[in-house]
């Protein structure tokens, strides 16, 4: 079994910036691909970034230039680091796991963005 622990949401203004943190443990051999996800109220839930076990990222365009993914292979840690954070961020942040065909979702952390 394998549980994620996220961390690092809370209220900002807009144009702060926010860290998100997910740890992964468990049974753990690799984890292929890491990523973050979002949604907000009525909406559905919508790739924010992702970053492959070599490096290779992707991003939403929506977040491109503001948003940051990246991860300690070491420590099965992800993160994200979001600047220049506007109103429209505002959403439950889910963190994504790959681990060969198994995905795993954390428990959600929330992130709002006052104007």
């Known amino acids: 079994q394998v549980q994620l622990v996220e961390s690092g949401g809370g209220l900002v203004q807009a144009g702060g910036s926010l860290r998100l943190s997910c740890a992964a443990s468990g049974s753990i051999f690799s984890i292929n691909v890491m990523g973050w996800y979002r949604q907000a109220p009525g909406k559905q839930r919508e790739l924010v970034a992702h970053i492959t076990s070599g490096g290779s990222t992707n991003y939403a365009d929506s977040v491109k230039g503001r948003f940051t993914i990246s991860r300690d292979n070491a420590k099965n840690t992800v993160y994200l680091q979001m600047n220049s954070l506007k109103p429209e961020d505002t959403a439950v942040y889910y963190c994504?796991?790959?681990?060969?065909?198994?995905?795993?979702w954390g428990q959600g952390t929330q992130v709002t963005v006052s104007s």
């Open positions: 994504n796991v790959l681990i060969i065909t198994t995905v795993y």
